[in-house]
Structures are given as C-alpha cells and as structure tokens.
C-alpha cells in the first residue's frame, strides 16, 4: 500500500493538484470496497496485491484512447484500470507550452477518427492546441502521366482530414481520461513478464480468495513489472507498439517484411499558409507534405536507407533544396494540365467532381527547416492473432502499415473503439471481460477491416516501387481514372476517410 | 439407458443409499439440456453416482467444505469442461449472450431499471431453474442480482457451486439439488423466474409451469425458452444438432415434447402468466453467432408478466 502511495506521489511531483486530488479518491475508493466487502471486482484487500479489471500496457495515443473510450461509456467507466508505461511525461498535464515549434511527430486523423475523439471528449482539448484540417489533397508521380485531385466537396464534407501533432492527441485523452470517473492507476515501469493459467476450479479455500489464488485458478493474469511490482488484471491489453513486449510475451506469431525503406520525418516552413495535402511517389519513395498550421508543415520522405542517412546529415540547406526539388520538377515533369483531357472523359465524370476540374498545382517553397530530422526504418507487420487467453492487441502492437496514406494510427483507434464497445457489450451481459468469446469478437471485427487495409497499401507501396513502361502506363490510368471518375474517387476518400472499413464490400 | 442401469446398480451395490428423491419426480434424464450432454462425460465417471450420498442435502451443495477430497478432485476435472467454452459444451456458451441480451432487455423494461448501468438488476431476487452448471447464473449476479440456481442433478450443482465461487462478484449465488415444485412447497417466491432450455424435457408441463407461475411474485416476470415444434426445428434441433453437427448427444430431444409458441402461451395463461415478449434465436454458421429475430420458429423465449 505505501510503495502505491509513493508511486502516486513521484508521478505528481510536476503534476497539477488536480491529478493529485484524482489519485487520493482512487485510493479512497480501493480501501472503501474492501472494507464495505462488497461484490465488486475490485474489491482489494489491504495487503494484497493491487487487482485491476484490465491492464494497459503501453500509454501511447492507442492505449490511452482504450483508456479514454471505456471512460466515456456508461457500462465501463466504473471499471479499474492499470496503465504500465515508463514514459515520465505520462500524467503530467501541460506539458506543451503554446507558440513552440510543431514537433515532427505527427498523425494525420481522418473524419472517422475525428468523432471518435469527438465522442469520446477529446476533441474539444485537441482544438485549443495547434492542428491544421485540410480539405484538398493532390496526388502524382515523378512520370509527370497523371495526377488526382481530391477535394473534400466531393462527398459534401468541409474536410478531408486533420493534421495533430502525437504529444497533442496523447495528452488530450489522458486529460479526459483524468477528469473521469475512471479509476486509474498509472505504473511508470516497463513489462518483464506476463503469466496467466488456464482456467482451473478452486478447491477448499475460504470465503474471500486472495488474488495469488485467484491467479493460480486461470481467473487473473499476472504482470511483473521492472520496478518489482507485480500487478494482477482480468484483461491485459497490449498497446505498446510495433515491438510490442505483451505480443511477444504472449507468444502471439507475426507475419511481415521490411520494406528496404527508411522515412525522414521533420517540420519546415513556408511563407504562405497551406491548407493541401501533397504527395508526389518518386522513384524510391514518396514524399509527402501535410499542413500542421501556422505556416508550418510536416515532411514525410520515404526512401533508400543509404540515401536517408544522407539526406539526415546533409546540410539544413541542401536539405530544403532536395525537398523544393522532389516537390517540383526534381525526378521528372510536371502532369501536363489538360482540360480537353477532361471532356473526352465527361460522360463518365458525372456532376458533383469538382476536384477533376482543378488544375494542377505545384506545393509551396519551403524556405526553412524547423526541427530536426527524424529517421524510421518501414515495415509491414501483422500479429496472426488478435488476441489470446486474457490478452488482446490494438493498435501498432496488432499491425504496422506503411506511412504513405497516412493510415497507422487511424487503424489503431478503430481498434481501440471496437476493443472498447466489446468490453462494454460484455459487461452489460454479465460476462468475465478476459473470455475468449468476447475478444474474439472484436478480433472478428478489425481483423479483416485491417487486413484489408494493408493489403491495399501494401499493394500501393508495391505499385511505386518499380519503373517499368507498362506500369507506369497503368498508374497514368489509374491516376486519370481516380481523378474524372466521381464514383470511384468518392469511393477512394470515404474508404480513406474511415467511412468505411472495407474496400470493397460496405 | 445409461441412467437406469447406473440407478439399478446404486440399489444394488449399496442398499443403505437411495437414490435421489430429484430423480423420482423427473424422466430419468435431466432437465437441463447441457445434463444430457454431462451424461456422455459420466460413463467413466459412474462410481461417483454410486458412492455419492442420495440425500439431495441443500446444506451440502452451498458448502464446498463438506465435500470428500476425492470427490472434490473428480467435480474439478469435470467442471473444467462445463465451462471450457471450446469444449463439449461449446453451442450453449454461443446461445448465452444472445439469451442474456434478451433477458436485460425485457428484465429492464419490467422493473424500470436503467439500462446503461454495469448493474441493473441490484435488488433483484431471480431464480434460474435448472440451472446447469450455472452459465445463465452467474451472468445475472455480475448484472446485481441475487440469484439462486436450482437443478435436479447434483453433479451440476456442485459444478456450479465451484465454478462460481472462483469470483468474488458470482459466490454469492445460492445453489441447490432441488426442484422447483419443492421450492413451492416451501413457500419461496422471487422477483423474476427463468427456466431456460428446461419445458422440453419435463414430464407435465403444465404443471411446471403453475409451479414457476407460483414461485413469482404477483407482477413479476417469468422467462422461458425452448424449442419450438415444428418441423424446421425437427431438421435443426434433431437431426442437424443431435445426428450431423453432433453438438448434443441423440436423445437429448423429444420432438413430440416440444411446445408450440401458442401451446406454451395457452399453458402460461393457465398458469396465470400473460406472455408480453417472445423472440426467437437464429444460428448463422458464417459468423458463428448466434441472433435475436422474430423468427421463432425454432428456438424461441418468452417473457411474460404474473397477474396480480
């Protein structure tokens, strides 16, 4: 009980009174239910080990959406819940001061992510920090054949998407999920090791087991955590990334490759303001450029891992120079803007595409480089199961994509959704939330949805990846057809807008 | 057949040891179709009938503590696979969510408690007769309620006695080797009854169901479900559950035992029960789940109020 106090204590030393004050009624609470001997899961006796309903390894934007889903839903948010993550920034509020630089580490969320976090309370946090909606994107490649534009008009949206910085959409929800009626406990430790038994009958034990005898019966897992602590939970959730450690401990099997690509991520700036999403494919990989606001933009540079370490230690100047280039004519021509391209195809383009009658643009000039630059190694990962006994995965622990359509992160909060409507589901029919069932069904419900998904940008990432006359022919088609053709180019930004989960079939 | 000899061989083997009295006011299979199933496990475990002791003692189920160690050890293996949900059993534990969503609804509406909450049914007194190896008990205490479980065959009571205990929020259930005719007699009423997968394999079923009407307070609920007669349900719950999928072992079902929706509606309004509610369940073999429809021509429950 008093290492828990001191626990408490250490991650409020640069909090604010208000998570001071959450931690004391968690505790209250914990001490109330075990004196009162009550029927509630989290009855915990003085003395014992610390018993949670689930535990959520891994306080990334994922997890702590799980954490900020199941506070927000009536049938959940009474539940007991442990986050393990041994980032030191966890738990403390304010920790973006306004007017900084944009950090480089950012996701764009699409409108089904957006009223998720609208739902869950988090939106209102998100939009007194700096994000940038955009609602026009362009998309070519360095053959100059063809080009696409999308417009957010085109399904009679006002946006398409919006750019947030990561620290952002972290701290947003954490705050949601402190202002909850969620008890929480956050243990700043990393995951040694994971047990559960299956399930077996007690035989002659008093009236109240003990949680070390709940364990040995298949009813609780075990974690033991690198500070020594030994935490006990129903369900464990494994949100701790593409290394996740509670897939591994799970003995859960990925599938995947790597694809020989590295990404440069960094902010520059502009002197104008851009409200466009750019990506142009180059020959080694795309480049994209996304509006973070304020003049400000992200770039995510996918190439060669010889050619990144290059790009990362060359100067900040010929950097902004290899960038205007692969933005401009660097590679290749400009698409030629053909407006008599458009009325050969106008019986097929219909009413309502007012993207197709868009001209070409070319991006804005980067003129300065504000921060440093990020390198990534790319790869495509998928766990074979989702989940397993009293374990699921969300998020990049479950699946890892590649960046090019921005679409990471946005799988992971359909995950964290879909895990917590089944808990929710669960509780409201009596069932123990670690059971095979119930997690199957959520398995059920994102594994194709992901699948899919991958396929689809796996199959894109592959596409670009040669230059081959044929091809390149077929991709100029493509282009031309995404672009004139309103019913496949609506098709194409609900899929992406998360709209819809699977390509072909919704 | 099974059964019989295993009754014939008790009598013979230990004459001090009587049959349970459960056994005498039943057909000599269970009321439960989930028994029947525990029927094909009991073969090798025959010795437990014969050395177990007749009396249907309600003291000895509730209590873990005055059961032989040997014995202990027995129910364990056994409960193991009531409640392995890929196990033997595995068709009931895909019905139950379906059945419990079902139950909350109409539970819900019946007592005006609200539906969002993780507890519902606090305060309630529910019944499960028939109760099995407790799948449809212990869902209902972790909604809040107070629920008893009744079954006229020991051996699941003690399953259910051990499965439930292991969790803190389900051991407060009460357990017990009885029939609902018996609780009648000792004047027990409860807020809510249910007697799911039981009318089928009761002997008179009109008097079963003036027994669960008596067991209801006047303006509670009683909830029953089976299977419908009809000849769908003869090609689904027959011969496709019982001879093809093999879900359940032959027998388990009479066809000539079922009860149409309108033969059950009749028997309940006899029984001063008005039925308000009925749903039927329907198994997609794509997904595996089973759902709620209007379809009840196969399996169907029934929700009706106790007249005052």
Same mark, same amino acid.
């Given at each position: 009980?008093?290492?828990?106090?001191?626990?408490?204590?250490?991650?409020?030393?640069?909090?604010?009174?208000?998570?001071?004050?959450?931690a004391?009624?968690?505790h209250?609470?914990?001490?109330?239910?075990?004196?009162?001997?009550?029927?509630?899961?989290n009855?915990n006796?003085?003395?014992?080990s610390p018993?949670?309903?689930?535990a959520?390894?891994?306080?990334?934007?994922?997890?702590?959406a799980?954490?900020?889903?199941?506070?927000?839903?009536?049938?959940?948010?009474?539940?007991?819940?442990?986050?393990?993550?041994n980032?030191?920034?966890l738990?403390?509020k304010?920790?973006?001061?306004?007017?900084h630089?944009?950090?480089?580490?950012?996701?764009?969320?699409?409108?089904?992510?957006?009223?998720?976090?609208?739902d869950?309370?988090?939106? *209102?946090? +998100?939009?007194?920090q #700096?994000?940038?909606?955009? %609602?026009?994107?362009?998309?070519?490649d360095? !053959? /100059? &054949? @063809?080009?696409?534009?999308?417009?957010?008009?085109d399904?009679?949206?006002?946006?398409?998407?919006?750019?947030?910085?990561?620290?952002v959409?972290?701290?947003?929800?954490?705050?949601c999920?402190?202002?909850?009626?969620?008890? *929480?406990? +956050?243990?700043?430790? #990393?995951?040694?090791?994971? %047990?559960?038994?299956p399930?077996?009958?007690l !035989? /002659? &034990? @008093?009236?109240?087991?003990?949680?070390?005898?709940?364990?040995m019966?298949?009813?609780?897992?075990?974690?033991e955590?690198?500070?020594?602590n030994n935490?006990?939970?129903?369900?464990?959730?494994?949100?701790?990334?593409?290394?996740?450690?509670?897939?591994?401990?799970?003995?859960?099997?990925?599938?995947?490759?790597?694809?020989?690509?590295?990404?440069?991520?960094?902010?520059?700036?502009?002197?104008v303001?851009?409200?466009?999403?750019?990506?142009?494919?180059?020959?080694n990989?795309?480049?994209?450029?996304?509006?973070v606001?304020?003049?400000f933009?992200?770039?995510?540079?996918?190439?060669?891992?010889?050619?990144a370490s290059?790009?990362?230690?060359?100067?900040?100047?010929?950097?902004?120079?290899?960038?205007?280039?692969?933005?401009?004519?660097?590679y290749g021509?400009?698409?030629?803007?053909?407006?008599?391209g458009?009325?050969?195809?106008?019986?097929?383009?219909g009413?309502?595409?007012?993207?197709?009658?868009?001209?070409?643009?070319?991006?804005?000039?980067?003129?300065?480089?504000?921060?440093?630059?990020?390198?990534f190694?790319?790869?495509?990962?998928?766990?074979k199961?989702?989940?397993?006994?009293?374990v699921?995965?969300?998020?990049?622990?479950?699946?890892?994509?590649h960046p090019?359509?921005g679409?990471?992160?946005?799988?992971g909060?359909?995950?964290?959704?879909?895990?917590?409507?089944?808990?929710?589901?669960?509780?409201?029919?009596?069932t123990?939330?670690?059971e095979?069932?119930?997690?199957k069904?959520?398995?059920?419900?994102?594994?194709?949805?992901?699948?899919a998904?991958?396929?689809?940008?796996?199959?894109?990432?592959?596409m670009?990846?040669?230059n081959?006359?044929?091809l390149?022919?077929?991709?100029?088609?493509?282009?031309?057809?995404?672009?004139y053709?309103?019913?496949?180019?609506?098709?194409?930004i609900s899929?992406?807008?998360?709209?819809?989960s699977?390509?072909?079939?919704? | 057949m099974?059964?019989?000899?295993?009754?014939?061989?008790?009598r013979?083997l230990?004459?001090s040891?009587?049959?349970?009295?459960c056994?005498?006011?039943r057909?000599?299979?269970?009321?439960?179709?989930?028994?029947?199933?525990?029927e094909?496990?009991?073969?090798?475990?025959?010795?437990?009938?014969?050395h177990?002791?007749?009396a249907?003692?309600?003291?000895?189920?509730?209590?873990?503590?005055?059961?032989?160690?040997?014995?202990?050890?027995?129910?364990s293996?056994i409960?193991?696979?009531?409640?392995?949900s890929?196990?033997?059993?595995?068709?009931?534990?895909l019905?139950?969510?379906?059945?419990?969503a079902?139950?909350?609804?109409?539970?819900?509406?019946?007592?005006?408690?609200?539906?969002?909450s993780?507890?519902?049914f606090?305060?309630?007194?529910?019944?499960?007769?028939?109760?099995?190896?407790?799948l449809?008990?212990?869902?209902?205490?972790?909604?809040?309620?107070?629920?008893?479980?009744?079954?006229?065959?020991?051996?699941?009571?003690?399953?259910?006695?051990?499965?439930?205990?292991?969790d803190p929020?389900?051991?407060?259930?009460?357990?017990?080797c009885?029939?609902a005719?018996?609780?009648?007699?000792?004047?027990?009423?409860?807020?809510?009854?249910?007697?799911?997968?039981?009318i089928?394999?009761?002997?008179?079923?009109?008097?079963?169901?003036?027994?669960?009407?008596?067991?209801?307070?006047?303006?509670g609920?009683?909830i029953?479900s089976?299977i419908?007669?009809?000849?769908?349900?003869?090609?689904?719950?027959?011969?496709?559950a019982?001879?093809?999928?093999?879900?359940?072992?032959?027998?388990?079902h009479?066809?000539?035992?079922?009860?149409?929706?309108?033969?059950?509606?009749?028997i309940?309004?006899?029984?001063?029960?008005?039925?308000?509610?009925m749903?039927?369940?329907?198994?997609?073999?794509?997904t595996?789940?089973?759902l709620l429809?209007?379809?009840?021509?196969?399996?169907?429950?029934?929700?009706g109020?106790?007249?005052?």
């Open positions: 009980m008093n290492r828990v106090l001191a626990r408490q204590l250490k991650t409020n030393v640069c909090g604010s009174k208000h998570i001071f004050q959450r004391w009624s968690t209250v609470t914990r001490k109330v239910s075990s004196t009162a001997g009550s029927n509630e899961s009855a006796s003085t003395g014992d018993q949670h309903d689930i959520i390894v891994g306080g990334g934007m994922v997890g702590i799980l954490a900020a889903s199941l506070a927000s839903k009536p049938l959940t948010k009474h539940l007991n819940v442990a986050i393990i993550d980032n030191p920034l738990g403390r304010n920790i973006i001061e306004k007017g630089l944009p950090d480089p580490r950012v996701s764009t969320v699409t409108p089904a992510t957006i009223s998720f976090l609208k869950i309370g988090a939106w *209102k946090y +998100i939009e007194e #700096r994000h940038a909606y955009f %609602d026009k994107m362009q998309v070519w360095y !053959t /100059g &054949l @063809g080009y696409t534009r999308y417009n957010a008009k399904v009679d949206q006002d946006i398409l998407g919006c750019v947030v910085e990561n620290k959409l972290q701290s947003s929800q954490l705050s999920v402190q202002e909850s009626d969620l008890q *929480k406990t +956050i243990y700043p430790a #990393r995951l040694n090791s994971m %047990d559960m038994l399930s077996s009958s !035989t /002659g &034990l @008093g009236e109240v087991p003990s949680t070390a005898d709940l364990f019966r298949g009813r609780l897992a075990k974690l955590l690198s500070d020594g935490v006990y939970a129903k369900l464990v959730v494994g949100a701790d990334g593409s290394k996740s450690r509670v897939r591994e401990l799970a003995g859960i099997k990925t599938t995947g490759w790597n694809y020989s690509q590295n990404a440069i991520i960094c902010t520059v700036e502009h002197t303001e851009n409200f466009t999403a750019w990506q142009r494919f180059l020959p990989g795309p480049i994209a450029l996304l509006p606001g304020d003049k933009s992200n770039i995510v540079w996918t190439m060669d891992p010889t050619e290059d790009r990362r230690s060359m100067s900040e100047d010929d950097f902004i120079k290899a960038v205007n280039d692969a933005l401009d004519y660097g021509p400009h698409p030629e803007i053909t407006s008599s458009g009325s050969s195809l106008s019986w097929l383009t009413d309502v595409n007012i993207s197709a009658k868009e001209r070409f643009e070319t991006p804005p000039k980067v003129v300065k480089l504000s921060s440093e630059r990020m390198m190694p790319l790869s495509l990962r998928h766990a199961d989702y989940v397993s006994n009293r699921a995965l969300v998020g990049d622990s479950a699946h890892t994509v090019l359509a679409q990471g992160v946005n799988l909060f359909a995950d964290a959704s879909a895990l917590s409507r089944a808990i929710a589901e669960g509780i409201a029919l009596g123990d939330i670690g095979a069932n119930l997690l069904r959520y398995e059920a419900e994102r594994k194709p949805a992901n699948i998904m991958m396929a689809v940008l796996d199959g894109i990432q592959k670009y990846a040669v081959f006359g044929p390149n022919a077929f991709r100029a088609a493509a282009f031309h057809g995404a672009h053709i309103s019913p496949l180019k609506k098709r194409i899929y992406a807008s998360g709209e819809q699977l390509p072909l079939f919704s | 099974n059964q019989m000899r295993r009754i014939l061989s008790a013979r230990s004459p040891i009587k049959p349970p009295p056994f005498l006011h057909r000599p299979f269970s009321t439960s179709e989930t028994d029947a199933s525990s094909l496990l009991s073969s090798p475990h025959q010795n437990i009938q014969t177990e002791d007749g249907s003692d309600k003291s000895r189920s509730t209590k873990t503590t005055s059961l032989k160690e040997h014995e202990l050890a027995k129910f293996a409960a193991d696979t009531w409640w392995h890929e196990g033997p059993f595995k068709p009931l534990h019905m139950n969510p379906t059945r419990l079902f139950i909350r609804s109409t539970l819900c509406r019946h007592f005006s408690k609200d539906p969002s993780a507890r519902p606090e305060g309630l007194r529910l019944i499960d007769v028939g109760c099995g190896g407790g449809l008990s212990e869902p209902l205490a972790r909604m809040g309620a107070t629920v008893t479980g009744i079954d006229a065959v020991d051996k699941n009571v003690k399953i259910a006695r051990l499965h439930a205990d292991m929020m389900t051991s407060k259930i009460e357990y017990h009885t029939t005719e018996r609780l009648v007699d000792e004047g027990r009423t409860f807020d809510a009854v249910l007697a799911l997968e039981v089928e394999h009761v002997a008179n079923p009109a008097e079963f169901c003036k027994s669960l009407s008596a067991l209801t307070i006047p303006n609920a009683t029953l089976t419908n007669r009809s000849m769908r349900a003869y090609a689904s719950a027959i011969v496709a019982e001879y093809i999928l093999q879900w359940l072992p032959k027998g388990t009479q066809w000539s035992s079922f009860l149409t929706p309108e033969e059950l509606t009749m309940l309004r006899g029984a001063s029960v008005d039925v308000k509610e749903a039927g369940f329907v198994y997609n073999p794509i595996g789940r089973w429809s209007d379809d009840i021509s196969v399996n169907f429950i029934a929700y109020t106790k007249r005052e």
